[in-house]
């Protein structure tokens, strides 16, 4: 009997999910925060169920050699989703027993292992949905029930003794402040860039003529580096903050909110301005013959026509530019403007790990919702119009 390689993307993933989990550190323990951890590999905590870690790679292995067929794919889904769980209780319960061993102020932190082995069992599962459907919203589905097991665990509590919680309980308030100036700061940069954007890429649009100009300037803004451009609207504001009092009563100011808000919202232009552009330059032209000859006016055409069908590219514009915001809006912090930004570099600036962690997870999840938000929207808009 002759064996075929059907799946050379699960081979190799497995393969390095194998090594990471087997090469590198599991987890690390440290008697405080601000002390290097003790790596401890995995084989030094493999006992009771997390044997089962250990049947579970041959068996993706093999899956490997198996046809691309339904019941392939779901089975592989099954068994990441599995060993994902398996991997993530296992460093809770390390995180219990080595805390039992230390002191109040002992750190059990997840290794680079685990965090490479967690994100290769998310890229295997994502490898599997996208093999098993091309429906947009049961891809989400089929992705979001990935995470229902960890946070289970999360909220049972078999996860506590992990330093990252432990952070998270010490400065719950903290995090709870920057959540909110984040999601602050994200919303009131999209409300402003809309109202500027799309008018200006309407107007570009209709005068072909000023596009050159009009986004050899905005090429200008975006080449700026973000903290270039935050220094540099600290003078002008100060200024104007000390010329005219109502203004500083109003909170404007050389650092704050005001400059990170201006600069996220100059930044986020270009690729808003662009997109409504390309969308509407894509409609194409017999649609619009025959809104005509069906009497439609020039209004009714734009808004009942053009608009619904350049929606999905203005989306995909609006899309990146909330992603780019999440991000930028963590150096906003540099100058006072707060968010997440402030909880990432004061880990980064007391070398604690952990407390970066719990500045940084929260914007790669925030940017991967919005992400999934938008391509769901988005799938749905495209087959409204096909």
């Given at each position: 009997?002759?064996?075929?390689?059907?799946?050379?993307?699960?081979?190799?993933?497995?393969?390095?999910?194998?090594?990471?989990?087997?090469?590198?550190?599991?987890?690390?323990?440290?008697?405080?925060?601000?002390?290097?951890?003790?790596?401890?590999?995995?084989?030094?905590?493999?006992?009771?169920?997390?044997?089962?870690?250990?049947?579970?790679?041959?068996?993706?292995?093999?899956?490997?050699?198996?046809?691309?067929?339904?019941?392939?794919?779901?089975?592989?889904?099954?068994?990441?989703?599995?060993?994902?769980?398996?991997?993530?209780?296992?460093?809770?319960?390390?995180?219990?027993?080595?805390?039992?061993?230390?002191?109040?102020?002992?750190?059990?932190?997840?290794?680079?292992?685990?965090?490479?082995?967690?994100?290769?069992?998310?890229?295997?599962?994502?490898d599997s949905v996208t093999r098993l459907t091309?429906?947009?919203?049961?891809?989400?589905?089929?992705?979001?029930?990935?995470?229902?097991?960890?946070?289970?665990?999360?909220?049972?509590?078999?996860?506590?003794?992990?330093?990252?919680?432990?952070?998270?309980?010490?400065?719950?308030?903290?995090?709870?402040?920057?959540?909110?100036?984040?999601?602050?700061?994200?919303?009131?940069?999209?409300?402003?860039?809309?109202?500027?954007?799309?008018?200006?890429?309407?107007?570009?649009?209709?005068?072909?003529?000023?596009?050159?100009?009009?986004?050899?300037?905005?090429?200008?803004?975006?080449?700026?580096?973000?903290?270039?451009?935050?220094?540099?609207?600290?003078?002008?504001?100060?200024?104007?903050?000390?010329?005219?009092?109502?203004?500083?009563?109003?909170?404007?100011?050389?650092?704050?909110?005001?400059?990170?808000?201006?600069?996220?919202?100059?930044?986020?232009?270009?690729?808003?301005?662009?997109?409504?552009?390309?969308?509407?330059?894509?409609?194409?032209?017999?649609?619009?013959?025959?809104?005509?000859?069906?009497?439609?006016?020039?209004?009714?055409?734009?808004?009942?026509?053009?608009?619904?069908?350049?929606?999905?590219?203005?989306?995909?514009?609006?899309?990146?530019?909330?992603?780019?915001?999440?991000g930028m809006a963590v150096i906003a912090a540099?100058?006072?403007?707060?968010?997440?930004?402030?909880?990432?570099?004061?880990?980064?600036?007391?070398?604690?790990?952990?407390?970066?962690?719990?500045?940084?997870?929260?914007?790669?999840?925030?940017?991967?919702?919005?992400?999934?938000?938008?391509?769901?929207?988005?799938?749905?808009?495209?087959?409204?119009?096909?």
């Amino acid at each position: 009997m002759r064996f075929a390689l059907y799946n050379r993307v699960l081979l190799l993933l497995t393969l390095l999910l194998t090594a990471a989990l087997f090469a590198l550190p599991f987890a690390s323990f440290a008697p405080n925060r601000l002390v290097s951890g003790q790596p401890v590999m995995l084989t030094q905590l493999l006992h009771g169920a997390g044997w089962l870690i250990l049947v579970i790679l041959p068996l993706l292995l093999l899956l490997a050699w198996q046809p691309l067929k339904r019941p392939t794919l779901i089975l592989t889904l099954l068994l990441c989703e599995l060993l994902l769980t398996l991997l993530v209780a296992l460093g809770g319960h390390a995180a219990q027993t080595l805390a039992q061993q230390g002191s109040a102020l002992a750190r059990t932190g997840f290794g680079s292992g685990l965090w490479a082995a967690c994100a290769l069992c998310l890229l295997i599962a994502a490898d599997s949905v996208t093999r098993l459907t091309r429906s947009a919203s049961l891809r989400l589905l089929l992705n979001a029930q990935l995470w229902l097991p960890l946070i289970l665990l999360l909220l049972g509590g078999q996860l506590d003794q992990l330093s990252l919680l432990k952070e998270y309980a010490n400065r719950q308030d903290v995090f709870d402040q920057a959540l909110t100036r984040h999601l602050l700061l994200l919303i009131a940069t999209l409300i402003p860039a809309l109202a500027l954007g799309v008018p200006l890429g309407i107007l570009c649009y209709r005068r072909p003529r000023w596009q050159a100009a009009v986004f050899s300037v905005l090429n200008i803004i975006q080449t700026v580096p973000s903290v270039a451009l935050f220094g540099l609207l600290i003078a002008p504001l100060a200024g104007l903050a000390g010329l005219f009092p109502w203004l500083a009563r109003l909170g404007v100011s050389g650092i704050g909110l005001a400059p990170a808000l201006i600069a996220l919202v100059l930044y986020a232009l270009l690729p808003l301005v662009r997109s409504v552009v390309a969308g509407l330059q894509q409609v194409p032209a017999g649609v619009r013959e025959t809104a005509s000859g069906m009497g439609m006016s020039r209004a009714q055409r734009f808004w009942l026509v053009e608009v619904p069908l350049a929606l999905p590219v203005l989306l995909s514009g609006l899309r990146v530019v909330t992603i780019q915001t999440v991000g930028m809006a963590v150096i906003a912090a540099l100058i006072g403007a707060g968010g997440f930004g402030a909880i990432i570099f004061q880990g980064l600036l007391s070398s604690a790990l952990e407390l970066a962690l719990l500045g940084v997870i929260p914007v790669v999840a925030l940017a991967v919702l919005v992400d999934v938000l938008f391509n769901l929207l988005i799938s749905l808009l495209e087959k409204r119009n096909l």
